[in-house]
């Protein structure tokens, strides 16, 4: 895990989001979920969405658990609460994994959630710079928010830098 100069690590639960400027580390760990990492270069402010399922559907709960209330909510927090730049605004997107071996695809939660939120950035204008998509097994990822770097580890392998 990457621990910047003052260690300071905030966690991202599950239908959460969160938002830091620098120096601070953003994690979450992720399986059918997808995390989805907002990041404004010029003045290194990060935002992390850990979210799982891709609509809400009128259901109740935290707006961060579904991709349709909780990438708008993550946008806006980064916009109007953190003042990012939407131009210098990037994104980067990891899990989705297939975590339950049903050949239906409507267990297949992994792929809508990467589906919805491929789409969505899209529609926001949001360019997605680096993914790390599906598959079988969870993994963890840290957001370093002085260099935008986002340090990607699926359980049994090496971790990878986006």
Known sequence: MILNNNGNIITVGVGDLKIAGSPKVIKTSL??????VLYDSIQKIGGMLHLMLPNCN??????????DTG???LLDMMLNQAKARKN????KIFGGAKMFNVSSE????GRSNIAETQRLLEHFNIRIIASRLGGTK???ITLDT???IV???IFGEPVKEY
Not at 88 to 91: C, H, Q, R, T, V
């Open 31 to 36: 399986g059918s979920c997808v995390g989805v």
């Open 58 to 67: 009128g259901r109740e709960g935290k707006p961060g658990k579904y991709a």
């Open 71 to 73: 990438i708008p909510l």
């Open 88 to 91: 210098a605004l990037s994104a």
């Open 106 to 109: 409507l267990f297949d939660i």
């Open 138 to 140: 969870g993994h963890q």
């Open 146 to 148: 002085e260099t935008g």
């Open 151 to 153: 340090q990607s580890k």
